[in-house]
Each structure stands twice: as C-alpha cells, then as structure tokens.
C-alpha cells in the first residue's frame, strides 16, 4: 500500500509536469509557463526546525510551475526505508519585486507532517498513524552584491494545528555564492545563513551551511547540509548534517 502511494505520487508529479509543458508549448511565450523540479535522495531527512526532522534516510520530490509572477511549489517527502510519509507542503509564491539588484517574495502553504505513534490497547499494541496540520506564510527580500553574490533575509510563521507546537518563527540571514568555478565543468553553490528559531516558549540561535557541487550540463548534483546550534534551549542537537544526490529537470 505504501509503495503503491508512493508510485501513484510519482505518476501525479510526471503527469503535472507533461501537461504544463505542452500548455507552454500551446500558449507560446507571451503566457509562458515555467516547470522545473527535482528529484532528491538523503541520508538524514533533517529539518530547520527540529519537531519536524525525520533522522533517517529520505527522498523528496520538488516541483515548480511558475507562470509570471506566480508559482505552485509542492514537495512530497518520504521515508526511505518504510515509504511512509513525512511531510507534504504547497507553496503558493508571488514574486512582489524583479530587478536585476533588488527582489521580494511572499508565500503561504498549507503542511502535513507524518508521524508513527504506538498504543497499548487490551494489551495489544496498535500503530497507528498521524497527521499534523500547520500553515505557514513568509517573506523573502535578497539583494545582489554581484552576479555570483547575493545576500538576504528570510522570515516566516507557522502556526499549528493538532500538534504540540502552535507557533514557530523563523528569522534567517543568509548568503548565496553560487556558479564558483572549480574548473572541469564544475562548480560549487555555498549558502551560509544564521538563523533565530522560536517554538512556542523556547527559542534559540542556531547556523547553517549549504555546499552543492554540480557539473554543467549535467542533471545530477550532491549538497551536504551542516547545522550548528549556537545557544537554544529547544531541544536538539548540537551538530546535524547530511548528503543529499539530486536529480534537476
């Protein structure tokens, strides 16, 4: 059943994705839709915020259908090694400002966060299986330093629903370096950010480091995604990290 869910999503995503490019093809470049995405296998699902990390291997799988100045961006993520869920979100984005320096994005989505529980029932124990519901909006400005340097701010609010945490915030100040030529075709994507995380009545500070390596013209690429907690009493560890193989289209 699992594996059967997981197929079908599958088959979902390809089908979105061969109808908006022939919608492309038929609308011509004044209606232009965009489709891109992204096909990602890691051996530790971690996350920002850590009530919503997996800690075992993970597949996610992205999508982006952009028309103008909006885009519907889902991502489905499962666990490797069962196929169960994790976690689905629906990023609707509007880009509020395009220039050449200066660009501003919001967006909201609605989340299911996956999870496994077990309970002792007449002495047998059930599993049984659960689905926590958040919504979240956020802001994005960036501004470009130069074409391989950029800097931004990044904030957003959850609020949830039937689950323990009912509110986190999130407020990140990052950096991107993107299209470092190593030579050979190869280049290398840093993205360093220091972050703020409050959860409820906990917060914290914490810092990340994104490194993706990738070859032009070729679709696959490898990021590694370190985490560092600063000074937080939400619980966590202190060092996380993980290696993900992607697959771009």
């Known amino acids: 059943m699992k594996k059967s869910i997981t197929l ?3 088959l979902w995503l390809a089908s979105i994705v061969a109808y908006s490019q022939n919608d492309t093809i038929q609308q011509g470049t004044t209606n232009k839709i965009i489709v891109s995405g992204a096909i990602s296998a890691t051996n530790n699902g971690i ?3 850590p009530a919503f990390s997996l800690e075992k291997p ?3 799988f992205d999508l982006a259908v952009r028309k103008n100045k909006f885009s519907f961006e889902p991502q489905l993520a499962f666990g490797l090694e069962d196929a169960k869920p994790w976690y689905f979100v629906f990023w609707l984005k ?3 400002i395009e220039s050449s320096k200066f660009n501003l994005g919001v967006g909201v989505h609605p989340g299911f966060l996956f999870s496994t529980s077990y309970l002792n029932v007449g002495g047998i124990t059930k599993e049984y299986f659960t689905t926590a519901r958040f919504f979240v909006g956020a ?4 501004y470009s330093l130069s074409k391989k340097v950029s800097i931004g701010i990044y904030y957003q609010l ?3 629903y039937n689950i323990d945490l009912r509110q986190s915030q999130f407020l990140g100040i990052n950096g991107n370096f993107s299209d470092l030529g190593l030579g050979g075709g190869l280049y290398v994507k840093i993205n ?3 972050y703020y995380l409050k959860n409820d009545n906990l917060d914290g500070f914490y810092a990340n480091t994104s490194i993706t390596l990738s070859k032009k013209g070729f679709p696959f690429s490898i990021s590694s995604l370190l985490n560092k907690k600063l000074n ?3 619980p966590s560890k202190n060092f996380i990290w993980n290696t993900t193989l992607s697959y771009t289209f």
């Open 139 to 142: 802001i994005a400005p960036s």
């Open 58 to 60: 993970a597949t996610i």
């Open 192 to 194: 360093p950010q220091i």
């Open 158 to 160: 959850s609020r949830g």
């Open 47 to 49: 996350s920002l915020v």
């Open 232 to 234: 937080s009493d939400i």
């Open 8 to 10: 079908y999503l599958c």
């Open 94 to 96: 509007y880009k509020l």
